[in-house]
């Protein structure tokens, strides 16, 4: 479960550099990449996070 935990916060850092990055680029393109990936990476740890709740 530990390995879950911490695979589920590196994806919350992971969620908000994107989201950063996205906010700071001045390309339209970059910024639509980093915005996706921010919301990937969103989806992920939701994801991995209704499943450590299931396990419980």
């Known amino acids: 479960m530990k390995d879950m ?4 916060e590196k994806l919350r850092v992971e969620a ?5 990055i996205s906010k700071l680029a001045t ?4 910024k639509e990449l ?8 969103r ?6 996070e209704r499943t450590m709740k299931e396990a419980r």
Request: overall charge negative; charged content about 30%.
């Open 5 to 8: 935990q911490a695979h589920l």
């Open 16 to 20: 908000e550099e994107c989201e950063l």
């Open 27 to 30: 390309n339209k393109t970059k």
């Open 34 to 41: 980093f915005a996706k990936l921010a919301a990937h990476h």
């Open 43 to 48: 989806t992920l740890a939701d994801e991995v």
